[in-house]
């Protein structure tokens, strides 16, 4: 089936550093991906789509000057955190479409991000 | 906007008890439900979905039926296994109002005792 990878599953940085996450649609070719942050015990929420050779659409209330989001090919798009600090400590999750009507979104692994 | 609400848990049953996941939504259109599982540790699964009303979803001995007039979409499952410990997700999408992206509600961890 479809899968999607992500990595890292975790990274340590410290404040003020940039830490870029990367996913990939292995067998498949997805025009679209979205970017989730999942806090402890609770729901994800979206922070942005991501267009194959377009600009990422951010959600109300995402910077993006600081959640940088990079699709630059069919199988691949990354999200990079500038000037991470420790509120930015979180779960990211990436999500890749098949491209057809009702297709169920395929999710990577996630990445744990912490800050000190 | 769009919207969906989970019964808060931990749902904590022993091994072949019956499950009910309680999920309501709210859409400005028609669409798509979908229930996803995460393991500890891991991302999101797709576990069931139905594209319209009445339809029913299944896999695993999982089910759920896309419920319209009450606007819900219910997990269960009859015999519930140690394995089945995991988080679970209700979301919609609403391809209606040209979002592709899922809408999630807030999870519910069961957690199965042998």
């Given at each position: 089936g479809a899968v999607v990878s992500q990595?890292?599953?975790r990274v340590i940085c410290k404040s003020g550093t940039s830490v870029k996450?990367?996913?990939r649609s292995l067998d498949f070719q997805a025009t679209t991906m979205f970017w989730y942050r999942q806090f402890p015990k609770q729901s994800l929420m979206l922070m942005a789509t991501s267009n194959e050779g377009s600009k990422a659409t951010y959600e109300q209330g995402v910077e993006k000057d600081k959640f940088l989001i990079n699709h630059a090919s069919l199988t691949l798009s990354t999200l990079t955190v500038t000037s991470a600090h420790p509120e930015d400590s979180s779960f990211y999750i990436c999500s890749a479409e098949l491209g057809q009507d009702n297709s169920p979104l395929h999710f990577g692994n996630g990445t744990r991000l912490t800050v000190t | 906007g769009d919207s969906v609400t989970q019964m808060e848990g931990p749902v904590t049953l022993s091994e072949e008890a019956f499950l009910t996941i309680n999920c309501t939504y709210?859409?400005?259109?028609?669409p798509s439900l979908f229930w996803?599982?995460?393991?500890p540790g891991e991302g999101l699964q797709l576990l069931l979905k139905a594209t319209k009303a009445d339809d029913k979803g299944s896999n695993k001995g999982f089910?759920?039926?896309y419920?319209?007039?009450t606007t819900s979409f219910h997990l269960e499952k009859g015999s519930v296994q140690v394995s089945d410990s995991a988080v679970y997700f209700c979301a919609?999408?609403?391809q209606d109002t040209g979002r592709r992206a899922l809408t999630f509600g807030s999870g519910t961890r069961l957690q199965v005792q042998p």
């Open positions: 990595h890292p599953s996450i990367e996913c | 709210t859409a400005t259109g028609y996803y599982v995460q393991y089910e759920a039926t419920r319209k007039e919609l999408s609403d």
